[in-house]
């Protein structure tokens, strides 16, 4: 029966210092991997690779990398590279959302930004992995996508694009790769990470509201979905969306 053993894989997590992304690389150095560890911020990655080696006996490896810059993608697969000479699974995890008055205030910078990192550093690093991964004969992609990708939101419309195109990525991907390359996306709910702390009355309140379960998630409640995209638990799952919602209605 397949399994969700990661035993000696690597798996490269962005936006994995903190939040999902955090849980996430606990989890596949549980299973067994070896653990990338990316954000821009390089203490935080650092500090979460210090307890990866002292509580999971993996290694870790932390890297800094703005994903929205295309050479700081190509910096950090050459990194890993020269580090482990594979990546088994790569989750496109870094993600960002900005607050704005009205749309019409939304500046280009803003626009660029929210682009950059959900969609344009996703593409980019991808793109040069999985062709590394089909050359090696196989891999996982896994794309962290958000319920605003299917249900957009007025306070997230530029997020929201991003995160469609995120989706949509995910399906050419999978055909460009395929058959040995599986690509797939997690389409999050709303998760009580560090970012929901900045979420107006409003919005928290539309999250909840329109849940089945009636609450947001914990983030250590992604990791389920995580590992059976990561492994050969989901063979036969390419170019797939699982929702982790909370039965968003």
Not at 53 to 60: E, H, I, L, P, V
Not at 145 to 174: D, F
């Amino acid at each position: 029966m397949p399994g969700q053993s990661l035993s000696d894989k690597v798996v490269l997590v962005t936006g994995g210092s903190r939040g999902l992304g955090r849980e996430m690389v606990l989890a596949f150095a549980e299973a067994g991997a070896d653990v990338v560890i990316a954000s821009r911020k390089l203490d935080g990655c650092r500090a979460l690779a210090d307890e990866v080696k002292s509580t999971r006996g993996r290694r870790a490896l932390p890297v800094a990398c703005n994903v929205s810059e295309w050479a700081q993608c190509d910096a950090l697969v050459e990194t890993v590279y020269a580090e482990f000479d594979k990546i088994d699974v790569l989750v496109n995890n870094a993600g960002m959302s900005l607050l704005y008055p009205s749309l019409d205030q939304v500046t280009e910078t803003m626009f660029d930004k929210v682009i950059g990192v959900n969609l344009k550093g996703p593409f980019r690093l991808s793109t040069l992995i999985g062709t590394r991964m089909a050359a090696a004969g196989g891999g996982a992609i896994i794309n962290i996508s958000s319920i605003e990708a299917s249900r957009p939101e007025p306070l997230a419309v530029p997020y929201a694009a991003a995160k469609a195109g995120l989706s949509n990525l995910t399906g050419g991907l999978a055909q460009t790769f395929g058959p040995t390359v599986r690509v797939n996306t997690i389409q999050c709910g709303a998760f009580a990470t560090d970012i929901s702390k900045s979420w107006p009355d409003e919005l928290r309140a539309e999250m909840t509201r329109h849940n089945a379960m009636a609450r947001v998630g914990e983030p250590n409640e992604i990791v389920g979905a995580a590992l059976f995209f990561a492994t050969d638990a989901s063979a036969f799952c390419t170019g797939a969306t699982l929702a982790v919602d909370g039965g968003w209605r």
